[in-house]
């Protein structure tokens, strides 16, 4: 993995409080989108990147499975206060049992 990408990822992380990597093409993703637009975020606070319109997509997957701790590359790759929260899976359980609000607040 090239030094930029890790850097591009890092510094997203960073400056947003929730940021999330997706692909404009994957239903997880697409559902994701929709949960966090239930909650209003501000531009400054939430941030949506489709990771397949850049060149280093493989990389940045290969990237958030070494960050994530995780096997599969399967996208949203979602983080909150720059630490890693999970995926649709963990997004959806915590929007259904109303602790979502609490997460983002």
Same mark, same amino acid.
């Given at each position: 993995?090239?030094? #930029?990408?890790?850097?591009?990822?890092?510094?997203?992380?960073?400056?947003?409080?929730?940021?999330?990597?997706?692909?404009?093409?994957?239903?997880?993703? /697409?559902?994701?989108?929709?949960?966090?637009?239930?909650?209003? #975020?501000?531009?400054?606070?939430?941030?949506?990147?489709?990771?397949?319109?850049? /060149?280093?997509?493989?990389? $940045?997957?290969?990237?958030?499975?070494? #960050?994530?701790?995780?096997?599969?590359?399967?996208?949203?790759?979602?983080?909150?206060? /720059? $630490?890693?929260?999970?995926?649709?899976?963990?997004?959806?359980?915590?929007?259904?049992?109303?602790?979502?609000?609490?997460? $983002?607040?």
């Amino acid at each position: 993995m090239s030094a #930029l990408t890790k850097s591009y990822a890092d510094t997203k992380i960073k400056n947003r409080r929730i940021m999330m990597f997706a692909k404009s093409n994957d239903p997880d993703s /697409q559902i994701a989108r929709e949960i966090f637009a239930e909650y209003s #975020l501000s531009k400054d606070a939430y941030e949506y990147v489709d990771i397949e319109k850049r /060149q280093d997509c493989r990389q $940045l997957e290969n990237y958030f499975r070494y #960050l994530c701790f995780t096997d599969h590359r399967k996208s949203p790759y979602i983080f909150i206060n /720059q $630490l890693y929260f999970g995926s649709l899976f963990e997004l959806n359980i915590c929007h259904k049992n109303g602790s979502l609000r609490q997460v $983002l607040s």
